[in-house]
């Protein structure tokens, strides 16, 4: 994976796009970042004796043991589809004639080419390392029906992808994929679509709602209260006749009126009241 990476920053540092499809031929441009690529493809995807191998091995090995053969295919599924993933994409980059994007594209500084070369060494080494650490598996104790198919599964990946996108075997290989297959692949089967017309149309429904109801029912009754006291302050400045006597009968209205409502609990027993008590 180290490699990949330090050949992926290789490529991106110096070349003009990014869409491998607008790529190729970068092979006779930078023969030591292909290789350091095809070395980290070849040791993350199951072939051996490279590291990545025995890895997948103890993990299969491991759920064949425990009877989980489905989980066994899965696996082995997976690592079909990576190698014919990385194949793809080896051959995108390096096959072929270097077109207008690529053919000014030589190796970068190498601060960049040294560590993805030792980086490849090591990877190519790794066998050696695991076995002087005692990390590889007794060959008495070896499934050999595994390994063959863990083996098997990455070559056929990697060799089908060699085909389609290294020996240009088919002038358009997406076009074997149905179309339909192409675009649930292409579109993540569909999931921003999904995530689109339920999440998303979620929020956007509950925000108009909120900014309904903060609209026309919260700002509605601020305003309604507001204009009510406009209305009345206007009212009562309209009514004022700048005489004593007319201020004197209004705050006696208003103190009567403060009176019977403060009373008004206190009214039905005084009414039943005998007289007596007056």
């Known amino acids: ?15 003009i796009t990014q869409d491998l499809t607008q790529m190729g031929g970068l092979w006779q441009r930078r023969p030591v970042t292909g290789l350091s690529v095809l070395v980290g ?14 890895a997948m091995l103890k993990l299969i090995s491991g759920l064949w043991e425990t009877h989980q053969g489905l989980l066994v295919g899965l696996v082995l599924a997976v690592n079909w589809i990576a190698a014919f993933a990385l194949a793809r994409m080896f051959g995108l980059m390096f096959a072929g004639q270097p077109n207008q994007m690529t053919i000014r594209a030589p190796e970068p500084l190498w601060l960049m080419v040294v560590p993805m070369a030792l980086t490849a060494g090591l990877t190519l080494h790794m066998p050696l390392i695991l076995e002087a650490v005692h990390l590889l ?17 990455s070559a056929a990946g990697f060799g089908i992808g060699a085909l389609l996108y290294m020996g ?24 921003p679509r999904i995530y689109k017309g339920s999440v998303v149309l979620g929020v956007a429904l509950l925000s108009r709602l909120t900014d309904w109801l903060d609209r026309y029912l919260v700002d509605g009754f601020v305003n309604l209260v507001g204009l009510a006291s406009l209305v009345s302050g206007e009212t009562l400045k309209y009514s004022n006749t700048g005489r004593f006597q007319f201020y004197v009968f209004t705050i006696s209205i208003g103190v009567a009126l403060i009176s019977v409502v403060m009373s008004w609990r206190y009214l039905p027993s005084l009414l039943t009241a005998p007289f007596g008590l007056f």
Do not use: C, K
Not at 1 to 14: E, F, K, T
């Open 168 to 191: 240009r075997l088919v002038e358009n290989p997406a076009g074997i994929v149905p179309s339909s297959i192409r675009n649930l692949l292409a579109f993540d089967f569909y999931t």
């Open 1 to 15: 994976m180290g490699v990949l990476v330090m050949g992926a920053g290789s490529v991106i540092i110096n070349v």
């Open 41 to 54: 493809i070849w040791g993350i995807v199951a072939l051996p004796p490279l590291g990545g191998f025995w």
């Open 137 to 153: 598996p007794d060959w008495a104790g070896l499934n050999i029906d595994l390994a063959l198919a863990l083996t098997g599964a």
